[in-house]
């Protein structure tokens, strides 16, 4: 019984080890389209032929249920797939919800008005495709009223952790923050709107300082996720969970390995 986790490479693992933690009795079918990668110099219907095929795919393994751990999918491609309708019984969920939820401090699904919230000055992180989709202002304008969002395109990065070269993400994780910086000098709260960049989550909280709260959405994505399927246990699924990837599975299984601190296998997908 399986419930699909779908990246462009390995940023999803953040949100995959995170529900692992919180649902130790659900299975989880990962997708790591790692041939593509990465997605956030794509164009949005570039980034909707990719993700379309990867969703279904899992849906054919058996996967009621597919999350989008993938900010740039979620941004590109979540609502085009859900609007042109999903196959019977199966569901496509993103990650920008839950973190917002959180922002704005509601409880899981809760679709009331906007309002006002405790927090005024976000600086987002995240892909040049989920900055230009401005899909994290609009899901947020549902929820919450007179925040100010100052976006930084974060380039490179996901490259540069792809490539397992953690002392050029580190130095460009400190550039992007520099350039946040001098757009928004105080920002209260700092979203890590990249799976990915959590795997860099101590390199943004030092150069925000630690009056900066980070929200990154590994923890928030699982516990949205076990709200969700205690509400819809239907949606586990079928079929025996794993890793599959469109790149090189011995690389890529090494790379996971490495991030994730055990032995992970990728098997073709
Ligand atoms: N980790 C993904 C995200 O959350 C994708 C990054 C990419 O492929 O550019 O946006």
Sequence with gaps: MA???????????????????RLPDVDFLYFADSAHAPYGVRDAQNIYELTKAAVTQLWDSGCNLVILACNTASAAALRRIQE??????????????????????????????????????????????TVASRAFQRELAFRAIGVDVEAQACGGVVDAIEDGDLILAEALVRSHVDALKRKMPDP?????????????????????GADVQVYS???LVAESLADYLQRHPDMIGEGAGGYLTTGNPARVSDRATQFLRRQIRFDAA
């Design 3 to 21: 419930v699909g986790i779908f990246d462009s490479g390995l940023g999803g693992l953040t949100v995959l080890n995170a529900a692992q933690q």
């Design 84 to 129: 042109e309708g999903v196959p019977p019984g199966k569901r496509v969920l993103g990650v920008f919800v839950p973190l917002i939820e959180a922002l704005t401090e509601r409880q899981w699904g809760d679709n009331s008005p906007p309002r006002e919230v405790e927090v005024k000055h976000v600086a987002l992180f995240a892909t040049p495709a």
């Design 188 to 208: 209260q709260a700092a979203i890590l709107g990249c799976t990915h960049y959590p795997l860099m989550e101590q390199t943004f909280q030092d150069a925000l």
């Design 217 to 219: 959405q590994g923890a």
